[in-house]
Nanobody
Framework: QVQLVESGGGLVQPGGSLRLSCAAS????????MAWFRQAPGKEREIVAG????????YSADSVKGRFTISRDNAKNTVNLQMNSLKPEDTAVYYC????????????????????WGQGTQVTVSS
């Protein structure tokens, strides 16, 4: 069983930065692919960024490439999302997700491929 708890959301002006963190419980966290998804009102939940168990491979959605960076610290059981140059269209609830299949070499990108989810944290980009 894996429990995920997000933190770091809030209100930020366009062009600003936020850092989201996801704290995971469970000894097997370090073997799982992790990802950040987001869901804006009236829209489908979409992947923002993902990372393999070792951190050796990452994925970023086209909409956030060059602005958002995903990272993980397996010693601390955390995965982070550094968000820079934020835009109003980045406003959404951001979710941390884990796929409990150990040591996969690629980053899963579909929502249905993840089986553990956090409760979400709100990010609002507005002046």
């Amino acid at each position: 069983q894996v429990q995920l708890v997000e933190s770091g959301g809030g209100l930020v002006q366009p062009g600003g930065s936020l850092r989201l963190s996801c704290a995971a419980s469970g000894r097997t966290f370090s073997s799982y692919a992790m990802a950040w998804f987001r869901q804006a009102p009236g829209k489908e939940r979409e992947i923002v960024a993902g990372i393999t168990w070792s951190g050796g491979r990452t994925y970023s959605a086209d909409s956030v490439k060059g602005r958002f960076t995903i990272s993980r610290d397996n010693a601390k059981n955390t995965v982070n999302l550094q968000m820079n140059s934020l835009k109003p269209e980045d406003t959404a609830v951001y979710y941390c997700a884990a796929r409990s299949e150990a040591f996969i070499a690629v980053v899963p990108v579909r929502r249905e491929q993840y089986n553990y989810w956090g409760q979400g944290t709100q990010v609002t980009v507005s002046s």
